[in-house]
C-alpha cells in the first residue's frame, strides 16, 4: 500500500472517530442524567472532564470529579476508562488512582447497544445502589457488610476530601471544569445583570420594545402578568 493510502485511511478513520464522538456528545441532550454534567477536552477529543452530584442515600452531598478517556478505536475495543478523583471511599472505586470497575457492567462493549450514556449512568448508580461482590476497595467492602457506621464515618470524610479537591484547578485545560470559592460580589453583580437590565432612559411609562427593553410586562411591585401596559 502506497504511503498516500495509508495517510488518507488515518485521515478518514480520524474523522470517523470524531463524528461518533460528536453523536455521543449530541445523545447526552436526549438522554440527560440528573447531577451528571461532562466537557469534552479542549485539547485532545479523546478525554472528557465531568462532574457527579449524588444527592440521597449514603453519598448524599457528595461531589466527584472524573475523566472519560475514549480510546482512538471506539467503539470497537472494549469499553472507555471512567477514573474518579483519587480517594472516593467505594467499593467499586480503586482508593488510590479513582478507577471505576467499568467490566462489571459492561465486560463486552457492544457497538450500537452500549453507550457513553450508559457508562454515565452506571457511574452515579454506583453510588446509589452499593455492590460489594468483586471489589476494587476491599477494605469498603468489609466495612460495609460489617461496620455500617463505620463505613458511613469513611464516606463522609471522603466526601469532604474531594469537595476541597474540586476547587483545585488541576488541569491546565480551558473545557475542565473548573469550581471557585463562593464570592458574594460576584453573584450580585451577575443578579443584577439578569434581573435588572440596564434601560437607559426610558421611562416607567414610555412604551417600548420589550426585546430590547427587557420589559416582562409586570408592574413592579405586583406579581400579575401583562399589569404593565
Not at 137 to 166: D, G
Not at 195 to 216: C, K, Y
Request: aromatic fraction near 14%; glycine fraction near 6%.
Amino acid at each position: 500500500m502506497a504511503y498516500g493510502e495509508v495517510y488518507e485511511d488515518d485521515f478518514f478513520s480520524q474523522i470517523r472517530y470524531e463524528y461518533t464522538l460528536m453523536a455521543e456528545y449530541a445523545q447526552l441532550q436526549r438522554h440527560l442524567i440528573p447531577g451528571v454534567y461532562v466537557l469534552p477536552s479542549g485539547q485532545t477529543s479523546h478525554l472528557w472532564y465531568g462532574l457527579i452530584f449524588i444527592r440521597s442515600g449514603v453519598y448524599q452531598g457528595a461531589i466527584y470529579k472524573f475523566t472519560l478517556t475514549v480510546s482512538k478505536g471506539y467503539p470497537d475495543d472494549g469499553c472507555p476508562e471512567f477514573d474518579f478523583q483519587a480517594g472516593v471511599f467505594h467499593p467499586m472505586v480503586h482508593f488510590e488512582t479513582g478507577e471505576l470497575d467499568v467490566r462489571r457492567e459492561f465486560p463486552t462493549w457492544r457497538r450500537g447497544v452500549d453507550f457513553l450514556h450508559h457508562l454515565l449512568a452506571y457511574a452515579q448508580g454506583i453510588f446509589y445502589n452499593v455492590e460489594t461482590t468483586d471489589p476494587l476497595n476491599s477494605e469498603a467492602t468489609k466495612l460495609y457488610s460489617s461496620n455500617m457506621n463505620e463505613f458511613q464515618a469513611r464516606v463522609k470524610h471522603s466526601i469532604e476530601r474531594c469537595k476541597q479537591e474540586v476547587l483545585n484547578p488541576n488541569v491546565d485545560d480551558p473545557q475542565s471544569i473548573k469550581f471557585a470559592e463562593w464570592n458574594a460580589e460576584v453573584i450580585q453583580a451577575a443578579s443584577a445583570m439578569i434581573f435588572e437590565p440596564e434601560r437607559g432612559d426610558v421611562s416607567e411609562d414610555e412604551p417600548v420594545n420589550a426585546q430590547m427593553s427587557g420589559l416582562s410586562w409586570v408592574k413592579r411591585g405586583t406579581t400579575d402578568p401583562f399589569s404593565k401596559p
